[in-house]
């Protein structure tokens, strides 16, 4: 397994640029079954996660051409689902990736039937999927689980519903736009996400002919059709990779522009970041972030749905809050259990305590470099900030979890005068 060896306590100078959003393509690639005639996706970004989505897609009949862009920064991915050959998302594919639960409703919706496996929880929590399993149901699928597996079925095709959401969940409201698209009559979505994945995923079905309207707010209205075409479509830049690297300039004192990041899909952090110490203006290319004074202050946050602090950051903000002057609560309100990194940052010289759903962080001056453990996602890149920021060497093993996410995170930070390089794990 690889990890990352990284000398810290360099300031981050210069530019990065933000890859295609892993959270909007990964359900525009589920998209692709909704058509025979095929979808185009530019800027998808190159990561573990996109090839198990294509993995699995091919799995389904759909042929793939994936091909990496001039600007190295992402790749082109072309899906042609001209037959649904196989309907089934076997566990082994769904328990490396929940995102293919995704999968449910396109292939419903087009072929009428669907055998996805239960995604099970994974570090972050227990993650049911019971809204996505609602909201198929209320449009006419017959669902039953059977060993592990979900059984969907709709002979007759899909109608259109008026569908409430008890809670915001990106996904479900994802899965029951995708399967209202070829649904016979109107869908409402109701307290739907609001993320700009949702608003990006909505672009795409438009341009494939769906009628969609509302995507961004909490209630959508789609208008089902019979069939959708072939459209080319650009991932929208990833607004948590940009988050991520915006703290991780902030953590080492640095300046650094983030080119394509769009300042309207990161508000709420960029509000909290400005309270902290940290300046975030628009430049033509992207971002600009630098501090606005020479220490940094904690500052409390909840993590929220879309527009509110993501949970995504929350991790990366937290490992901020460890190096700020004064203390800082993070409560996290969207997952049970993404405190993982929270020892791993203790073993760093971090002070933090756990209450419940809330920590308490107080800042100290100096993290200690020390070899530390990749949990999850968000989890690993929070441990490779502190490790940016921290005096000596950190060692993040297990990184893995990091390539899910991030694509090229060390050349990325290495560009910046980080000093950073993946190693064999001895
Ligand atoms: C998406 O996950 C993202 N993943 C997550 O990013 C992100 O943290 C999450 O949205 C919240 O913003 C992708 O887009 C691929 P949810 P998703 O359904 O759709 C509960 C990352 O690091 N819930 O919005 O699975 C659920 O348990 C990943 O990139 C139900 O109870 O999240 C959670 O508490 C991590 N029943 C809350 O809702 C359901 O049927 C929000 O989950 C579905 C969800």
Known sequence: MDRLRISGGHPL???????GAKNAALPLMAAGLLSDDGLTLANVPNLADIASMADLLNELGAELTIKRDENNQGQTVRIHAQEITNIEAPYDIVRKMRASVLVLGPLVARAGEAKVSLPGGCAI???????????????????????GYIHAFAPKGLHGSRITFPTIS?????NAMMAAALANGETTLIN?????????????????????????????????KPGLSHTNHSVLPDRIEAGTFAMAAAMTSGNVELLGAKLSHIEAAATILKECGVNLTETER????????????????????????????????????????????VTETIFENRFMHVPELTRMGANI?????????????????APVMATDLRASVSLVLAGLAAEGETIVNRIYHLDRGYDQVENKLKACGAEIRREKEA
């Open 13 to 19: 100078v210069g530019e990065i640029p933000i890859s």
């Open 125 to 147: 929590g227990n993650r049911p999927v019971d809204l996505h399993l609602m909201a198929l149901e209320s449009m006419g699928a017959q669902i039953e689980l059977e060993a």
């Open 170 to 174: 990106v996904g479900a409201t994802e």
């Open 192 to 224: 739907a996400a609001r993320e700009p994945e949702i608003a990006d995923l909505a672009k795409c079905l438009i341009g494939m002919g769906a009628e969609i309207t509302g995507a961004g707010s909490d209630t959508i209205y789609i208008q089902g």
């Open 286 to 329: 992207g971002l600009r972030v630098s501090r606005l004074r020479d220490r940094l202050v904690g500052v409390d946050v909840m993590t929220e749905p879309y527009p509110g602090f993501p949970t995504d950051l929350q991790a990366q903000f937290m490992a901020l809050m460890t190096t700020a002057d004064g203390a800082s609560m």
């Open 353 to 369: 305590n756990i209450h419940g759903s809330s920590a308490m962080i107080r800042g100290t001056s100096n993290l200690r470099g």
